[in-house]
C-alpha cells in the first residue's frame, strides 16, 4: 500500500504532489488500467513486453 506522511512545514499540493508520485511509480494505475477489459492473450504478450520497457525507463528516469 502507498502512503506519505506529512512533513513539517509542507503544503498540501505538495503533498498530493508526492503521493501521486509514489503511486505512479508503484504501477498500481497502470495495473488497474491493464484489467478494465477483456483481452486477448496475444494483446497481453504485447503489453507484457511493452510494459518491461516502460518500467526500464521509470527506473532509469528515477535512478533506482
Known amino acids: 500500500m502507498v502512503g506519505v506522511r506529512k512533513?513539517?512545514?509542507e503544503s498540501v499540493d505538495s503533498l498530493i504532489k508526492r503521493?501521486?508520485?509514489?503511486v505512479y511509480?508503484?504501477?498500481i494505475l497502470f495495473e488497474?488500467?491493464?484489467?478494465?477489459?477483456?483481452?486477448?492473450?496475444?494483446t497481453i504478450k504485447r503489453n507484457?513486453?511493452?510494459?518491461?520497457k516502460?518500467?526500464?525507463?521509470?527506473?532509469?528516469?528515477?535512478n533506482y
Do not use: V
Not at 488497474?32 to 486477448?40: A, D, G, L, P, S
Not at 507484457?48 to 518491461?52: G, T
Not at 516502460?54 to 528516469?61: A, D, S, V, W
Open 32 to 42: 488497474y488500467m491493464e484489467n478494465q477489459y477483456y483481452k486477448k492473450p496475444s
Open 19 to 22: 503521493f501521486n508520485a509514489r
Open 54 to 62: 516502460f518500467l526500464q525507463k521509470i527506473q532509469n528516469k528515477y
Open 25 to 27: 511509480r508503484s504501477g
Open 48 to 52: 507484457k513486453k511493452n510494459r518491461a
Open 7 to 9: 512533513r513539517t512545514d
